[in-house]
């Protein structure tokens, strides 16, 4: 990028896509999975954003029907990506330094949501409050519980015992994937049939590289209890 041009956000054309791995999300999923992997790269998306990570959003798309995901990365990053880091591990530091305590924190926001899902009407709330739901159930965790223990096991930041964090992490994925998913997919279920008919486009994939996957692949397999 020359000096005094815009930054814009690679097109997907233009990034490595890959896959997730098994047992974080459905390798060709259905209507409603999909709804699930699109909430969880926004979700995501926005909670490692808002902690600084290089990157500016994760997204999600079908490529020969199966699920893959990319890393598009952060304009700021590519001016100043130690500075980026600076400003992503001081903002952990809260959250790393008792991730049981803020675990803890999010977990009645979890609950609710689930609770949400559990009530869900959809002649009173639509599609987009459902998806939009779902997404906030994936950034609250992610924010507060899993990046920071990717942190903290990788880049030695916060004091919270390793045992203490990875417990809070499978707990996350409990209340999130086992539980969550669950209520999310009977929720779609109330909902009607998905009339979205995702893109499924041929993609450059392959394994990604760049500042943008600074601890993304440590952070899916976390989820994904690998």
């Avoid at 209340?175 to 486009?201: H, K, M, W």
Wanted: hydrophobic residues 40%.
């Amino acid at each position: 990028m020359t000096s005094g041009s815009r930054w814009r956000s690679p097109a997907d054309g233009e990034l490595t896509w890959f896959r997730p791995p098994a047992g974080l999300l459905p390798a060709r999923p259905n209507p409603h999975e999909l709804l699930d992997a699109q909430a969880f790269a926004f979700g995501a998306s926005r909670a490692l954003e808002s902690l600084y990570f290089p990157m500016s959003e994760i997204r999600a798309r079908l490529i020969d029907g199966e699920l893959h995901l990319t890393v598009a990365p952060s304009g700021t990053a590519s001016r100043d990506l130690e500075l980026h880091k600076k400003n992503m591990r001081d903002s952990a530091l809260r959250f790393s330094r008792g991730v049981r305590a803020a675990w803890q924190r999010v977990r009645p926001q979890v609950e609710e949501y689930s609770a949400f899902f559990e009530a869900f009407d959809p002649g009173k709330s639509d599609l987009f409050r459902l998806k939009r739901v779902r997404a906030n159930q994936w950034f609250a965790p992610m924010r507060a519980v899993v990046a920071p223990t990717a942190l903290l096991l990788y880049e030695g930041i916060g004091q919270t015992p390793r045992e203490d964090a990875l417990a809070a992490v499978a707990e996350v994925r409990h209340e999130v994937i086992d539980r969550g998913r669950a209520l999310f997919y009977q929720a779609l279920d109330r909902a009607g049939p998905s009339q979205a008919t995702p893109p499924n486009e041929p993609l450059p994939t392959g394994d990604p590289s760049g500042p943008q996957m600074f601890l993304i692949p440590e952070i899916l397999a976390l989820l994904a209890d690998k």
